[in-house]
């Protein structure tokens, strides 16, 4: 099975995916998208839904898994994810994929046993599960890795 895990963002937004057999994951594809700060906000998100639409027609994934927005201090900030995060769930739907969410909390859970755990903790869980010689750059690749891992681990 193949998962396609999402970090929303809207300068940066992370992806990885994922191939999920027998008990293990193994590492497809990951990176970022990025848009221009200084861009209009509907531009960006036209950038976003394009490239995540391309990205999902290579690569196949059957489910996708996103980060739900938990919580932002600063409610520009959140407006512009809960935006991003919209056009990764239109880009997903439309593309037929089956499209699961998950709090920070229960993906560090997933993937660490403990839902309070730090970044670099998931990070290190991510580069273990995986099998990589390092862990995934930038922080948000592995944090849609961890998304996309936290999926394979709950349909156990």
């Given at each position: 099975?193949?998962?396609?895990?999402?970090?929303?963002?809207?300068?940066i937004?992370?992806?990885?995916?994922?191939?999920y057999?027998k008990?293990?994951?193994?590492?497809?594809?990951a990176g970022?998208?990025?848009?221009?700060?200084?861009?209009?906000d509907a531009?960006r998100?036209?950038?976003?839904?394009?490239?995540?639409?391309?990205i999902?027609?290579?690569t196949k994934?059957e489910?996708m898994?996103?980060?739900?927005?938990?919580?932002?201090?600063?409610?520009?900030?959140?407006m512009?994810v809960?935006?991003?995060r919209?056009?990764?769930?239109?880009?997903?739907?439309?593309a037929?994929l089956?499209?699961?969410?998950?709090?920070?909390?229960q993906i560090k859970?997933a993937?660490?046993?403990?839902?309070r755990a730090?970044k670099?903790?998931i990070?290190?869980?991510?580069?273990?599960?995986?099998?990589?010689?390092?862990?995934?750059?930038?922080?948000?690749c592995a944090?849609?890795?961890?998304?996309?891992?936290?999926?394979?681990m709950?349909?156990?």
């Amino acid at each position: 099975m193949r998962i396609i895990g999402i970090d929303p963002g809207t300068g940066i937004m992370g992806f990885g995916i994922i191939e999920y057999a027998k008990g293990k994951a193994h590492l497809v594809d990951a990176g970022v998208i990025r848009t221009p700060a200084k861009e209009d906000d509907a531009v960006r998100l036209q950038t976003i839904f394009e490239e995540l639409t391309d990205i999902i027609a290579e690569t196949k994934p059957e489910i996708m898994s996103v980060e739900k927005l938990f919580f932002a201090q600063n409610v520009t900030t959140a407006m512009t994810v809960a935006q991003a995060r919209g056009v990764v769930l239109l880009a997903g739907k439309q593309a037929g994929l089956d499209i699961f969410e998950y709090t920070p909390l229960q993906i560090k859970q997933a993937l660490t046993g403990y839902g309070r755990a730090e970044k670099s903790q998931i990070q290190e869980m991510v580069r273990v599960i995986l099998q990589l010689k390092e862990i995934p750059r930038p922080d948000d690749c592995a944090d849609a890795l961890a998304a996309a891992i936290t999926y394979s681990m709950n349909m156990r």
